[in-house]
């Protein structure tokens, strides 16, 4: 039982370990949806962000994935009632894939924005798309660097992601990223030195170690959140 209780609280949880990168730190990551634990069928979530004056509004995300990790579908139904609609169409046979997006404004008035993009390679291949990159002996990226955004990454000896450093640059301020783990959650912290800004977000997570709720609590002008998930898993 108690080496039970240990190896749970040293998993590995893939989705923390999802390279850092500035540049889309206030973005929706496409990565951070597809780096999960386990075999992840589908994700119903819930969020709803905490205005100051107390209001609450309320975003609808539902992903489905397939058997191999790659997403099918992401429909997000935003508190206004827009909504945006993600589908992904894979090649048999090729590395290519087709992702075609919808955005519907207007309470439901369909505008024209129909978007067919294709792409080449692994999905999971997006988090390594830098200038220069380097690794540890483990072969854990300890640096990142994006055009002029840079990730200095530190992390623990059961290679768990434990800290994110980056430097500040002409559009970016410097902040820290740090994670603590337990059995049962992760708290992440965010701290922008120059504005004394600090970010508190606590994971309460499943046996298989994605979160089901996400709780974000902030000292700054940043909304705060709860946001709560029904994972659905493969058999």
Partial sequence: ???????????VHNWVNTQYDPSEATEDSFVDLLVLNGGVKSIHEIQEYIGSAKEVSTVQVDIAFLRNGYLSSVHKILADSSESINEFAYSIGTESYRHHWISIFNFGVRKDTVRDEIYYGDQRDWQIGADSLAFDADSNIVYFRNKRDEVYTT????????K????????LMAHEISYKYSKKKIIKMVFYMDQVIEIKTTYKLDEIGNWTKCTIKSNGRIKNAVLRREITYFD
Wanted: proline residues 7%.
């Fill in 1 to 11: 039982m108690i080496l039970n209780l240990l190896g749970h609280g040293q998993m």
């Fill in 155 to 162: 992390y623990d000896k059961f290679g768990r992601k434990v």
């Fill in 164 to 171: 994110d450093s980056i430097p500040a640059n002409p559009t």
